[in-house]
Nanobody, 116 residues
Framework: QVQLVESGGGLVQAGGSLRLACAASGSDRSINVMGWYRQAPGKQRELVAQIITDGGSTNYADSVKGRFTASRDNAKNTMYLQMNSLKPEDTAVYYC?????????WGQGTLVTVSS
């Protein structure tokens, strides 16, 4: 079992930056993908960034390419999402995810609000 806890959300003005963190505890050796998702009010949850743990490749949604950077610190069991040049449309609850073909774990989410 793995527990995921997000932190770092808050209120920021458009053009500003935030860094989200996802602290993982527990163990599940099958996990091979970690990612950040977000869900805006009235919308479906969408993938923001995804890290393939074997090899370390990272993929981003087109809407955040060039502005957001996902990274991992294995020593701290923590994943980060650096968000720059934030826009009001980035306002959402951001969720951390860890999964494999047999497991799927979610954090409780952290709210990011970008004011115009």
């Amino acid at each position: 079992q793995v527990q995921l806890v997000e932190s770092g959300g808050g209120l920021v003005q458009a053009g500003g930056s935030l860094r989200l963190a996802c602290a993982a505890s527990g163990s599940d050796r099958s996990i091979n993908v970690m990612g950040w998702y977000r869900q805006a009010p009235g919308k479906q949850r969408e993938l923001v960034a995804q890290i393939i743990t074997d090899g370390g490749s990272t993929n981003y949604a087109d809407s955040v390419k060039g502005r957001f950077t996902a990274s991992r610190d294995n020593a701290k069991n923590t994943m980060y999402l650096q968000m720059n040049s934030l826009k009001p449309e980035d306002t959402a609850v951001y969720y951390c995810n860890a999964r494999s073909w047999i497991s799927n774990y979610w954090g409780q989410g952290t709210l990011v609000t970008v004011s115009s």
